[in-house]
């Protein structure tokens, strides 16, 4: 159905999700005009291949202007809702709204939701990878970094949709998914690190508010899934007429927990094991909980124990997520860029009983290191390897907590970090590259410091 045939649309950057949704309002036949403030050679294949297909382009510095002359504004996650332009273009009665809120808008199957500030897209990849078992229909998509709003007319009703959700794509979203998982919520995003974005949560209360929406629209034939042990995703289900289900990692009394290091979830009274850690290929006893989750929102959508057993076994980490890059001389190197939090460092650092020479810090998001600098003075940390604009605020953590281990400095390449951990390292040793924070300082992104980190050591010898 031609729904937005003739309707003159603005699509603002064309990144991923706007390359897709340029893809989808050119199959709906509409107007478009991709606005970025990129020049056409800095879009490169982007702008060469929407340009042989009639689309209008307003690019560089102005590239916001004389948005009231459009009927909708396609927003990125990256630009914040609330900057002046869209204001103003909302106030004349432009309709603003983002490929999710678009791809909720025409989706013909049920979604299944999930956000948390880290944990969603390791989450999100076992329920696809479960329902894949069950040999249905799946589609992985959003944060994850997969758009799925030009490929909505493949997608059947009896298909199965995962979509990872960011604060940054439910913060102005007006539609609930049917099953929201709401991980663990600590805080995030409150700086704009990315100097090509202007979105962040000027605090921890509009951080909470921004992912409020996954289940502020749910109806009571939904279902709400929350972490038991985390108040503020506990607090959720107060916010849904939705069926309401829990997990944990403390108590038993959750429909699914952790136990001496093995998942079981409850079904209609019955307990049935999932796994244990030794089963696993996934790397930490952090991820047991992402597990229990997963395993919980697939049963509860209707997927057998047996599918869920045997895809959360075979399941292996998501790239930069405690991938392991390869082992050499006895000493084993680690990728964990997408750790850009304090608490996922942490998470990484407790997954290893060897020495470890940690290589921590970036671009700052505001974050508060104490908690990270009492677990590095109690940890088998033996070398911090402190880079980016935080390294000093990390160091000064550390030392606060009484870290005694040696700490490296004033390393300003990738090539000078891995070269002199692999100088220090001795076998047995772990070298984990777990910023604990943004990229932005040093490199485009968290993959190309991952990507970054992962050629160097591919390269020692």
Same mark, same amino acid.
């Given at each position: 159905?031609?729904?937005?045939?003739?309707?003159?649309?603005?699509?603002?950057?064309?990144?991923?999700?706007?390359? /897709?949704?340029?893809?989808?309002?050119?199959?709906?036949?509409?107007?478009?005009?991709?606005? /970025?403030?990129?020049?056409?050679?800095?879009?490169?294949?982007?702008?060469?291949?929407?340009?042989?297909?009639?689309?209008?382009?307003?690019?560089?510095?102005?590239?916001?202007?004389?948005?009231?002359?459009?009927?909708?504004?396609?927003?990125?996650?990256?630009?914040?809702?609330?900057?002046?332009?869209? @204001?103003?273009?909302?106030?004349?009665?432009?309709?603003?709204?983002?490929?999710?809120?678009?791809?909720?808008? @025409?989706? +013909?199957?049920?979604?299944? !939701?999930?956000? !948390?500030?880290?944990?969603?897209?390791?989450?999100?990849?076992?329920?696809?990878?479960?329902?894949?078992?069950?040999?249905?229909?799946?589609?992985?998509? !959003?944060?994850?970094?997969?758009?799925?709003?030009?490929?909505?007319?493949?997608?059947?009703?009896?298909?199965?949709?995962?979509?990872?959700?960011?604060?940054?794509?439910?913060?102005?979203?007006?539609?609930?998914?049917?099953?929201?998982?709401?991980?663990?919520?600590?805080?995030?995003?409150?700086?704009?690190?990315?100097?090509?974005?202007?979105?962040?949560?000027?605090?921890?209360?509009?951080?909470?508010?921004?992912?409020?929406?996954?289940?502020?629209?749910?109806?009571?034939?939904?279902?709400?899934?929350?972490?038991? /042990?985390?108040?503020?995703?506990?607090?959720?289900?107060?916010?849904?007429?939705?069926?309401?289900?829990?997990?944990?990692?403390?108590?038993?009394?959750?429909?699914?927990?952790?136990?001496?290091? $093995?998942?079981?979830?409850?079904?209609?009274?019955?307990?049935?094991?999932?796994?244990?850690?030794?089963?696993?290929?996934?790397?930490?006893?952090?991820?047991?909980?992402?597990?229990?989750?997963?395993?919980?929102?697939?049963?509860?959508?209707?997927?057998?124990?047996?599918?869920?057993?045997?895809?959360? &076994?075979?399941?292996?980490?998501? +790239?930069?997520?405690?991938?392991?890059?390869?082992?050499?001389?006895? @000493?084993?190197?680690?990728?964990?860029?997408?750790? &850009? $939090?304090?608490?996922?460092?942490?998470?990484?650092?407790?997954?290893?009983?060897? +020495?470890?020479?940690?290589?921590?810090?970036?671009?700052?998001?505001?974050?508060?290191?104490?908690?990270?600098?009492?677990?590095?003075?109690?940890? $088998?940390?033996?070398?911090?390897?402190?880079?980016?604009?935080?390294?000093?605020?990390?160091?000064?953590?550390?030392?606060?907590?009484?870290?005694?281990?040696?700490?490296?400095?004033?390393?300003?390449?990738?090539?000078?970090?891995?070269?002199?951990?692999?100088?220090?390292?001795?076998?047995?040793? $772990?070298?984990?590259?777990?910023?604990?924070?943004?990229?932005?300082?040093?490199?485009?992104?968290?993959?190309?410091?991952?990507?970054?980190?992962?050629?160097? @050591?591919?390269?020692?010898?």
């Amino acid at each position: 159905m031609l729904i937005y045939k003739d309707k003159k649309i603005a699509i603002l950057g064309l990144s991923v999700e706007g390359v /897709d949704c340029a893809s989808f309002f050119s199959q709906q036949q509409a107007h478009i005009t991709c606005c /970025d403030r990129r020049s056409a050679a800095e879009l490169g294949n982007s702008y060469s291949h929407f340009k042989k297909c009639s689309v209008s382009f307003h690019l560089g510095k102005d590239y916001l202007d004389h948005l009231e002359q459009y009927d909708i504004i396609v927003r990125t996650p990256g630009m914040s809702p609330r900057i002046p332009e869209l @204001v103003k273009a909302r106030q004349s009665g432009v309709v603003i709204t983002s490929a999710t809120q678009l791809f909720f808008d @025409v989706c +013909p199957a049920s979604i299944i !939701g999930v956000t !948390g500030t880290k944990g969603k897209g390791t989450t999100s990849s076992l329920i696809s990878e479960i329902f894949k078992e069950e040999k249905r229909n799946v589609w992985l998509g !959003g944060n994850i970094g997969i758009p799925l709003l030009s490929s909505v007319s493949k997608i059947r009703p009896s298909d199965v949709v995962v979509y990872e959700l960011s604060s940054f794509q439910l913060e102005d979203l007006h539609t609930s998914p049917h099953i929201a998982v709401v991980l663990t919520i600590t805080c995030d995003h409150l700086a704009n690190e990315d100097p090509n974005a202007t979105n962040y949560h000027k605090d921890i209360t509009q951080y909470r508010e921004a992912k409020m929406p996954i289940v502020k629209y749910q109806k009571a034939e939904d279902i709400v899934i929350v972490n038991a /042990d985390n108040a503020t995703s506990k607090s959720f289900a107060a916010l849904t007429p939705a069926s309401r289900f829990s997990f944990s990692s403390h108590t038993q009394m959750a429909d699914a927990y952790v136990f001496g290091n $093995t998942v079981y979830v409850r079904k209609n009274g019955s307990v049935s094991k999932i796994c244990s850690m030794d089963e696993i290929r996934l790397l930490g006893v952090h991820n047991l909980e992402n597990i229990a989750a997963a395993s919980l929102t697939a049963i509860v959508a209707g997927a057998s124990v047996r599918s869920v057993r045997r895809a959360v &076994t075979s399941f292996c980490c998501l +790239p930069h997520r405690l991938e392991h890059v390869r082992s050499l001389n006895d @000493v084993s190197y680690y990728n964990d860029s997408f750790s &850009t $939090t304090p608490e996922t460092a942490i998470a990484a650092i407790r997954s290893f009983n060897t +020495p470890i020479i940690l290589i921590a810090g970036g671009s700052d998001k505001k974050s508060d290191y104490t908690h990270l600098g009492n677990v590095l003075a109690d940890s $088998t940390v033996r070398v911090l390897v402190a880079i980016g604009i935080t390294a000093d605020k990390i160091v000064r953590a550390a030392h606060r907590a009484g870290y005694k281990g040696l700490v490296k400095r004033n390393l300003k390449t990738m090539h000078e970090i891995v070269s002199y951990c692999a100088k220090i390292a001795r076998p047995g040793d $772990t070298v984990l590259l777990s910023p604990s924070c943004a990229s932005f300082d040093m490199f485009k992104n968290y993959k190309e410091r991952g990507n970054q980190f992962n050629h160097e @050591v591919t390269l020692l010898s």
